[in-house]
């Protein structure tokens, strides 16, 4: 079921969308997607989901393969008890890779279903959802650019 963000609508996100694809976007149990939020997709825009990993945060301890998400990138512990930022240490951390945003959520939802996603235009960062400026470039080498 589509809905629409707090307080937001399209037009808050969206400032002039010159293309999207109609997908089949993800929602994990228990969560809504808001209009705005980053998608990934690897099929070509059949399907869409978003970041799983969850963000690192400062004075959290991990496991030995824990995964987690630090500026742009995903990164997996190599190391129990590890406090070291992600980045800073390549014994204590491997970089799985950029997490490659490539689509704006258009619609708000609560529930897996087919939805419209932008793959280019202009938006406003400040109104995206697991937005932060290490995806900047990334998103603008999309044709996703930010205002």
Known sequence: MALEKMGLTQSDVIVNKQQSVNGFVTVPLDTTLDIGTLLITNDGGLTWSTRQEADWVDGDTHATGDVVYHLGHIWESLADS????PGTDDTKWKDKG???ANGVLVEGLDESADANVLTSGYVVASNLTGYEDALRHQLFNRNIILK
């Open 98 to 100: 950029f997490w490659g």
């Open 82 to 85: 590890n406090t070291t930022e």
